[in-house]
């Protein structure tokens, strides 16, 4: 969506609605339920309220991470109101940079609070893991070097929404870990991402102009194509992989397959600027999709 016209500001739940991206959160509750049915395939138990802390903890930290960069970027001066991605709520007029920094604080004291609870069942591993997310959740727009503002954004996202999330779900749960886990964390944390990735190659010449240097505006459009299929694909080799290693029900997330496959041909295609949004969505659905139907299948063969 454009904003060279900016529609005029609606009601206060459509503002914080629009302004959390909610067609991307599932982003973050996939790794969790992932890795959450790992340790249920192993121990034959689930502590559901820990389960559903980790939720909204993983929920909150993504949410307060896209508060904060809505804000952030307009202030700096990255958001123009020739941008080409969905609406930001600051550069819109809907909310202050102000009043959506405030937000991502609530966002994230919250996720604070729940990190005690959860700290308190996982002990030292999970401490480390929520104070290094909440930092990475501030570093990815904010500070003196963004992660957002570098060529290191996907890896960051591969990182935190993938192999951590993952680890620390399947800890929280059982006190153990597995070397599936790091597999787990691809297949969902890849797709992540690949999200980012689309998103900053629609932006790689307005982000070059205003001194970002993204990973897809220094790859080029080619490059940039063969790493998306990469990380869009990669979930599919994880999958199989994990389904080898023990855990033969979670190639049903391979049901996703072609839709992954036509992902990939439509970034290479894509006409514009609307096109490559339909494909960022796409996969962000296509990704979380993928990672609870691999969950479904480890619990399904884990409890018959």
């Not at 999970?126 to 104070?131: N, R």
């Not at 992989?241 to 036509?262: E, S």
């Amino acid at each position: 969506m454009s904003t060279h016209a900016l529609p005029p500001r609606p009601a206060a739940p459509i503002v914080w609605w629009t302004a959390i991206r909610p067609r991307t959160l599932g982003m973050s509750l996939a790794p969790v339920v992932l890795g959450s049915a790992l340790a249920l395939a192993e121990s034959g138990a689930l502590d559901w309220l820990v389960l559903l802390a980790t939720l909204a903890c993983a929920a909150l930290i993504q949410i307060g991470t896209n508060l904060y960069n809505d804000a952030i970027d307009f202030e700096r001066g990255t958001d123009r109101p020739d941008r080409k991605g969905p609406l930001r709520v600051t550069l819109a007029g809907w909310a202050s940079a102000g009043e959506v920094k405030r937000g991502a604080l609530l966002c994230l004291l919250l996720a604070l609070l729940l990190g005690a609870y959860l700290c308190t069942v996982g002990g030292l591993p999970i401490l480390a893991i929520g104070i290094a997310s909440l930092l990475a959740g501030w570093a990815y727009s904010g500070g003196p070097w963004p992660i957002s503002h570098s060529p290191f954004g996907e890896l960051f996202v591969l990182l935190f929404f993938g192999v951590l999330a993952v680890l620390g779900s399947h800890w929280l749960q059982s006190r153990t870990l597995d070397h599936l886990d790091v597999l787990a964390g691809v297949a969902v944390g890849a797709p992540a991402a690949a999200v980012l990735l689309v998103n900053n190659f629609r932006d790689r010449e307005s982000d070059l102009r205003g001194g970002r240097r993204t990973l897809a505006s220094l790859l080029g459009p080619r490059r940039a194509w063969l790493v998306f299929a990469l990380l869009v694909l990669a979930p599919l080799a994880a999958l199989v992989a994990i389904g080898l290693g023990g855990h033969p029900g979670a190639v049903l997330g391979l049901v996703c397959a072609p839709t992954m496959l036509a992902l990939a041909r439509r970034f290479r295609t894509a006409p514009g600027a609307a096109a490559l949004n339909a494909v960022l969505v796409d996969t962000a659905r296509a990704g979380t999709r993928a990672g609870l139907l691999a969950a479904a299948g480890i619990v399904g063969l884990a409890v018959l």
